[in-house]
């Protein structure tokens, strides 16, 4: 199977400022739109069998309505397999809710969202405005802890003292939670590899590879896989910033991996750890 473990649509009346404000933050361009019709014709062209959703709330306000989405892509998905909307040949979608510590209201939002069958929570600490060693984060983490998976964006292209994601923070949080289920988003920190394969990379957790493979050096990702292992590595493409098609290639040109370390990688992980039969 092939799963997308990494990947951001918004809704069309949002689209556009949305897709501008991730190209004016990474200075990257990008000709894709953001939508979510986009989003399931790209993952067509791979025969990709199933993509995660990713939303993030910048405010507490946004909390509530961005889940709300999340859960009618959810729907739209119980619609796919059902043959009765026009996206019924796309992949499956598994929307990740989102969290914000101002919300007054986040612990029965986490409420809402497990038994409406949400599998897992998206943290950005940059876009979010959350440090990962903000105290505020514990709670979260302890309500979570065996419920949910969290994939966290991890990393920044401006390496300051005031980094919010970084792979020490991350460290520290696995060290106070074992039980967390963590995807550290690009490869454990986006331009902060070394810290990653330092401070990670060997750990209980997983990894995925969105935005990493064009950036990185690769004797250095091939370190990292070799640390940390196969068998806890996901495949992200990091829509609309690149394509599914781009990152399948990506990985494709390892040729230091086995064609089983691959089938691990670009679907095997996530079938275990989605706990997948069919879909």
Partial sequence: ???????HAFAEKIAAKAVNQLINYYKLHTSHSG???????????????????????TKASQVA???????????????????????SSSPDLIPFGTFHPDDPDWLSEIDRLRW?????????????????ADPRLNLFFEAVAGKFMV????????????????PKKLAAILDRFPALTVIAAHMGGYCFWQESLEEL???????DTSSTLPYIDRKLFKKII????TDRIL?????????????????????????????????GNAVNLLGIEKL
């Fill in 1 to 7: 199977m092939l799963i997308d473990f990494h990947t």
């Fill in 35 to 57: 939508t979510l019709p986009e989003l399931l014709r790209e993952e067509n062209k791979i025969k990709s069998d199933a993509a995660v959703l990713l939303v993030a709330a």
């Fill in 65 to 87: 309505p961005a889940n709300d989405w999340a859960l009618s892509v959810k729907t739209l998905s119980l619609k796919n397999r059902n043959g009765s909307n026009p996206y």
């Fill in 116 to 132: 409406a069958g949400c599998r897992g929570f998206k943290l950005h600490p940059e876009f979010q405005g959350i440090d990962l």
């Fill in 151 to 166: 994939l966290i964006h991890m990393g920044d292209a401006v390496k300051t003292s005031s980094n919010k994601s970084t």
């Fill in 201 to 207: 990379a060997g750990r209980n957790l997983y990894f």
């Fill in 226 to 229: 070799s640390k940390h292992g």
């Fill in 235 to 267: 495949f992200g493409s990091d829509y609309p910033l690149h394509s599914p098609a781009q990152a399948l290639a990506e990985i494709d040109s390892l040729d230091w991996l086995s064609s089983q370390q691959k089938e691990k990688i670009l679907g």
